[in-house]
């Protein structure tokens, strides 16, 4: 798969935006925002600073089909509003489980982007998951309240290393059953 290609992600409609696949476009967005400092500190991957290539080599790594997740821009553009709002992701997990993770742009922060975001991943549901779990820092009550929102169940405490912040972080857990 050449890097023109965008793996086969389905589109998937929400109100305000629409989420889609990476697009080459997204790259310049993507590292303004990733680079921000407090989006960097509430992912455990994004490294602060954002180092030259890194966008890039996420944006290549979403779009050859290879990575071990599917991951959907934010788009805000179909409504007038940003290209790219923020980013959301699914991870394969064994046994019909997936695990969702997101970070939105903080110009959009306390708009419910994400909310809508982890409602239409839900709804859409493009693994066929039984099972959807996700994570955390525990010094983020706003994305768990958007998790608990969109009907997740909070399972227990964990730790996850954080590259922006270079250590462990205690995190809490979810769960959502799909019917």
Same mark, same amino acid.
């Given at each position: ?16 935006? @629409? @989420?889609? #696949? ?7 967005? @993507?590292? @303004? ?17 954002? #180092? ?16 071990? $997740? ?52 839900? $709804? ?10 996700? $994570?955390?820092?525990?010094?983020? #009550? ?38």
């Amino acid at each position: 798969m050449t890097l023109n290609t965008v793996p086969k992600l389905p589109e998937i409609a929400a109100d305000r935006f @629409l @989420l889609r #696949p990476v697009r080459l476009s997204d790259a310049g967005l @993507l590292a @303004l925002h990733a680079g921000d400092r407090r989006v960097a500190r509430g992912t455990r991957s994004i490294p602060h600073p954002l #180092p030259p290539g890194a966008t890039e080599a996420f944006v290549a790594r979403a779009m050859s089909g290879q990575a071990p $997740e599917d991951v959907w821009v934010m788009d805000g553009s179909v409504q007038g509003s940003a290209e790219v709002l923020g980013v959301i992701s699914l991870t394969r997990l064994d046994r019909d489980q997936s695990q969702i993770g997101y970070w939105v742009a903080p110009a959009f922060w306390n708009t419910g982007v994400a909310t809508q975001a982890v409602r239409r991943l839900i $709804e859409a549901n493009p693994h066929g998951a039984r099972t959807l779990f996700a $994570e955390v820092f525990q010094d983020n #009550p706003v994305s768990a309240r958007v998790l608990t929102n969109c009907g997740f169940e909070y399972l227990g405490d964990a730790e996850a290393f954080s590259v922006a912040r270079g250590s462990r972080v205690p995190t809490w857990t979810y769960l959502h059953r799909i019917a």
